[in-house]
């Protein structure tokens, strides 16, 4: 099988509260992509995003921007899926000049997250199904599977892990950006108190903190697990092998 085409424009999709601004964060730290923090998320929320010195305001003219600038230098853009981003792009070929990839984490840990931080969150806002949208969509689009990283998998084992994905879609595996200094980003100013964790860390790392509210002992919660467990279970049956520790 020949190796997959470096592409121009990468991304990565990912429920809240799921490692994806870490992963954000080891990308940058490599120097090779020019970075977007949720773009798709800032539209939703009636943000624009600026691209190339213009700002756009349409997820179609987001989308032309990111080719156009990828022209000089590759992109790299995270989102997260508290909103229905593949309807968004009924426009469009979803897939098209685009590599999307997506990162799970355990729905227990994401969701108890989620509503630590946000206790208003409502089932949808917990984003695997949404997420789920997006790589069906993508998978009916190119006919394969697209790459899906396990976020648990990925603070035990972050080399492999990382290796893993570079080789999925075709970019030089670079060790040195596995850790990075810590502090705040100006690309998630407007959202920092969701970004506390990665903002105080170095590296990829699992937080053993035990949140006030569990699954375990709020039927919303509970429910909201219920519902998004197989969206959960459906991606990462489809993550990424790695060779035997």
Request: aromatic fraction near 10%; charge should be neutral; hydrophobic fraction near 35%.
């Amino acid at each position: 099988m020949s190796a997959p085409v470096r592409p121009a424009v990468l991304a990565l999709w990912s429920p809240p509260r799921s490692m994806s601004t870490a992963f954000f964060r080891m990308m940058v730290q490599r120097g090779d992509f020019r970075a977007y923090h949720e773009p798709f998320s800032e539209l939703a929320a009636g943000h624009g995003v600026e691209v190339g010195g213009r700002r756009l305001t349409t997820p179609e003219e987001v989308l032309r921007g990111f080719t156009a600038e990828s022209a000089r230098t590759p992109v790299f853009f995270k989102d997260t899926t508290e909103y229905p981003h593949a309807r968004l792009f009924d426009a469009l070929p979803l897939a098209e000049g685009v590599t999307h990839t997506f990162i799970v984490r355990d729905p227990r840990r994401a969701i108890e997250s989620h509503y630590a931080v946000n206790p208003g969150v409502k089932l949808p806002e917990i984003g695997f199904e949404y997420q789920y949208e997006i790589f069906d969509r993508v998978r009916r689009e190119t006919g394969r599977d697209p790459v899906v990283v396990d976020a648990d998998v990925l603070v035990e084992r972050p080399g492999d892990t990382v290796r893993a994905y570079c080789e999925a879609v075709g970019i030089p595996y670079d060790e040195r950006a596995l850790s990075w200094q810590s502090g705040e980003r100006s690309e998630w100013s407007r959202t920092s108190r969701w970004h506390q964790d990665v903002a105080r860390s170095s590296g990829f790392r699992q937080s053993d903190r035990r949140h006030a509210v569990t699954v375990d002992d709020s039927p919303v919660l509970a429910g909201y697990l219920r519902h998004h467990l197989p969206f959960y279970e459906e991606l990462r049956s489809r993550s990424l092998a790695l060779p035997a520790a």
